[in-house]
């Protein structure tokens, strides 16, 4: 796989990630405080050192992280529905990763993007085991 498309791929996760510190960031701000608020703010913090890993990968092979990003969803206003979003969203990164792994020949990218999967999986579990005792 050429240089170019690595930068693009790993565009894409940085992107992801962005969105995910917003909304976590967002959600943190809005839940009253309590154990899914302090656990959504430390996620949010992991999203961003998901960042600067995706960022300095990028930037080491030449490229410039991008800031775009799609419309977000800030809607929901309930613990329940916050919490599915993020859930989703994990799910969404973990597998856009395995995708990539399997596609990408750069043992640096694939080393750091199998860390990043490991730490979503743990996120995506803590949300989930925090939904559950709400229903």
């Not at 080491?60 to 989703?88: A, C, N, V, Y």
């Amino acid at each position: 796989m050429n240089n170019d498309e690595i930068i693009r791929l790993l565009n894409i996760d940085f992107v992801h990630e962005l969105e995910a510190v917003m909304v976590y960031s967002y959600n943190s701000f809005i839940i009253e405080d309590c154990d899914v608020s302090r656990l959504t703010e430390a996620i949010s913090v992991d999203e961003m050192r998901h960042m600067w890993w995706l960022a300095d990968l990028i930037v080491k092979r030449g490229g410039k992280p991008t800031m775009e990003h799609r419309e977000l969803d800030f809607s929901s206003e309930d613990l329940i529905g916050q919490l599915k979003l993020q859930i989703e969203k994990e799910t969404e990164g973990i597998n856009e990763y395995l995708r990539q792994i399997e596609i990408i020949d750069d043992e640096e990218v694939v080393g750091v993007l199998k860390h990043i999967i490991d730490e979503e999986k743990r996120h995506r579990k803590e949300f989930k085991e925090r939904l559950e005792k709400l229903d």
